[in-house]
């Protein structure tokens, strides 16, 4: 086993057993039986190693669009990472505040939306309109993800990709 997922592992661990705030990073090292170097080798701070896994899945899902899949078979595999995750994602869904999971999964979904509608019309800069869709069609999509962790996943994968697909303005969805 790698040294990022012992600590992702004792840190996964931790939040089944604490609420977030209460986990330290010398908790994690415990737990992993490393040193205070290697972590900070890997990560910034928990926060950091809280958001890794998603952030990880993220960007290979990003990869997948860049490279012509299509949209709602990625949103599809998310939903699924989503469902294997749930109950670490429904943990750490209640942590509040700056460079909570809720913040910094809106953050990457509006980097996300923004960077593609840019590289897509060959912009560098948003207009004052695409830059308002973005935010809501981010801000939107991020909110629909954590109903359905909240909920626990009432719905199948299949279903909420195509949910997500259909709230995706057409000027942004051509650009998918």
Request: glycine share 4%.
């Amino acid at each position: 086993m790698n040294t990022k997922q012992m600590l992702f592992d004792a840190f996964s661990e931790l939040v089944q057993e604490h609420d977030f705030d209460d986990i330290t990073v010398q908790m994690i090292l415990d737990r992993a039986h490393l040193s205070r170097g290697t972590f900070y080798r890997y990560f910034a701070d928990k926060y950091d190693l809280m958001n890794s896994v998603y952030r990880d899945q993220a960007y290979s899902l990003f990869a997948r669009l860049d490279k012509g899949d299509c949209v709602i078979d990625v949103f599809e595999s998310y939903f699924h990472f989503i469902e294997q995750n749930k109950k670490y994602f429904a943990r750490i869904l209640k942590t509040e505040g700056v460079d909570s999971f809720s913040d910094f999964v809106n953050k990457l979904s509006r980097a996300g939306f923004s960077n593609k509608y840019r590289w897509g019309n060959g912009i560098t800069d948003l207009d004052a309109e695409a830059h308002f869709v973005i935010e809501a069609t981010g801000s939107g999509l991020a909110a629909v993800v954590f109903e359905y962790i909240s909920m626990d996943c009432p719905l199948p994968p299949k279903d909420m990709a195509r949910i997500c697909f259909d709230i995706i303005p057409p000027v942004i969805r051509e650009t998918l």
